[in-house]
């Protein structure tokens, strides 16, 4: 076959249906239709970048990026989360048909139809019909796929728990507790220490430090709990080491 | 001057050709907003262009902070974050820029696929297109980790978890990414590496496949 014969593009290609270079139109062959890439469009082309920087600049000075507390491997208890852009794949996996022993179908191959799908779409639309209504079948799968990945990516986003991600995640200010304190003793040989950790920094449950809890309150909830995940009566002692203890943590608190 | 210059050059290196494809050609009609309004669906791909222009150079300021180690990766992004002048911002352009750039890219892919733009000849740059889609996915999901703050870790524990689960291979995958049996010091230094050399290297041939065939064979015609 000779190279590059039968070759035709549509548009305003410059390959020809014959082989060798045809120079670029003359734009007076197309009076206010067709405009010269540099510099007219060009320019333009920059003042609407400029803008777009303009705008995305105000965003990362009004939004600083977060930046969660650092890396421990310790804390099983946290609840991971994706960047958004994979919340969908996330939320497919919780699913029960796609999950546990399933998982090869939510993990791989319902993610694999789509990327296979999506690199042969040229192959699978073969028609010679551009307009989006005409290839009803096309149009069709790709609206079903974009409304499927926002579905799940708000599902996921309305199923987790943000109050408890913010929280688990929070830089905690390293403060040194004088481990040698009654108060100390009291909170590491009461249940306390497993929820919320060796320097109250917090585990399962939350961290002390800088929240200012009064006294009074640490008694109540020691005693009372707070449900679902606080269990009531996790102090068990004498009245008098419970304020101890309350006095240490709303001491260790104010740090 | 310029004009002597340029004829200096071009004498020696017919650069006609080149500065024809890169700068001297024409807008058709029907994808100038100045003309239709509605034509600024064809300024997504630019603007992913745009974004991901924005992400190397402001990845290149944050590499000379950045420690991928970790014992000092998080305290780096820290110091970075809240001490280095401007730091903020330079992270924010990067993170935030991460988040537009996918936008951009998806909202490029369906202005093509509604158009039917992927169709003959244009087969192979709708190819390279979906590839550049996944290797901006890749740079996104190696990206996360590199903070080593406690979301990345866990994050990306769930993420080998399911390559792991690839019938066959996933180990093989999981192993290869992670470098060692527990995500860790092997894990960051490898989707550092995958992150700041790899990828870009592939992102960029990628891109530079999809730009010539676009020169090559023009934006399609109206519908």
Redesign the interface.
């Known amino acids: 076959m000779h190279r590059g014969k039968g070759m035709k593009f549509v548009g305003d290609s410059r390959v020809p249906k014959n082989s060798g270079f045809v120079p670029p139109k003359d734009y007076s062959e197309y009076p206010g239709k067709t405009e010269a890439f540099l510099p007219n469009f060009l320019l333009k082309e920059w003042m609407v970048g400029a803008v777009f920087l303009v705008g995305f600049l105000v965003l990362t000075m009004a939004e600083p990026s977060p930046l969660e507390a650092e890396a421990d491997p310790t804390k099983s208890g946290y609840i991971p989360l994706p960047d958004w852009y994979f919340l969908f794949l996330y939320q497919l996996l919780k699913y029960p048909y796609a999950a546990g022993h399933y998982k090869v179908i939510g993990a791989i191959i319902i993610p694999g139809l789509a990327l296979v799908g999506l690199l042969l779409a040229p192959w699978l639309d073969r028609g010679p019909e551009r307009r989006p209504l005409k290839r009803p079948v096309a149009t069709g799968l790709m609206l079903l796929a974009i409304v499927s990945v926002f579905y799940l990516t708000w599902e996921s986003t309305v199923s987790h728990d943000w109050k408890q991600a913010a929280e688990q995640g929070k830089i905690v200010k390293k403060v040194s507790i004088d481990k040698n304190s009654k108060g100390y003793k009291i909170y590491s040989s009461q249940s306390c220490v497993n929820c919320h950790g060796q320097n109250l920094e917090g585990q399962v449950g939350p961290s002390f430090i800088g929240k200012n809890i009064p006294a009074s309150l640490v008694e109540q909830v020691a005693v009372k709990g707070i449900p679902p995940k606080m269990p009531a009566n996790a102090f068990k002692g004498s009245k008098k080491d419970l304020k101890t203890l309350a006095e240490f943590i709303a001491k260790s608190s104010k740090k | 001057m310029l004009a002597k210059l340029y004829d200096w050059i071009d004498e020696r290196l017919d650069i006609t050709?080149m500065w024809?494809d890169l700068?001297?050609?024409?807008?058709?009609?029907h994808v100038?907003p100045?003309y239709h309004f509605s034509a600024f669906v064809y300024?997504f791909g630019?603007?992913t262009f745009?974004t991901i222009v924005?992400q190397i150079l402001s990845g290149m300021f944050l590499v000379m902070y950045y420690v991928p180690d970790?014992d000092r990766a998080?305290?780096s992004?820290?110091y970075l974050?809240n001490k280095v002048a401007y730091g903020?911002?330079v992270?924010?352009?990067?993170?935030?820029?991460?988040?537009?750039t996918?936008v951009m890219v998806f909202l490029h892919t369906?202005r093509v696929?509604?158009?039917?733009?992927?169709?003959?000849?244009?087969?192979l740059n709708?190819?390279v297109g979906?590839l550049l889609f996944?290797v901006i996915?890749g740079l996104?999901?190696t990206g996360?980790l590199l903070?080593?703050?406690?979301?990345?870790?866990?994050?990306t524990?769930?993420?080998l978890q399911?390559a792991a689960?690839?019938?066959f291979i996933g180990g093989w995958i999981q192993t290869l990414l992670q470098g060692s049996d527990?995500?860790?010091a092997q894990t960051l230094a490898r989707f550092f590496a995958i992150h700041v050399f790899f990828l870009p290297a592939v992102l960029l041939g990628l891109l530079a496949a999809h730009f010539i065939m676009i020169r090559?064979?023009?934006?399609?015609?109206?519908?």
Request: net charge positive; charged share 15%.
């Open positions: 050709p024809r700068a001297d050609h024409e807008v058709p009609e100038n100045a300024c630019g603007l745009f924005i970790i998080w305290d992004v820290f974050q903020q911002i992270r924010g352009m990067h993170h935030w820029g991460a988040s537009v996918i369906l696929f509604f158009t039917g733009a992927y169709k003959k000849p244009r087969e709708w190819i979906v996944f996915l996104g999901f996360y903070p080593w703050d406690m979301k990345a870790l866990f994050a524990k769930v993420g399911i689960s690839v019938p527990v995500v860790g090559r064979q023009g934006i399609s015609g109206p519908l």
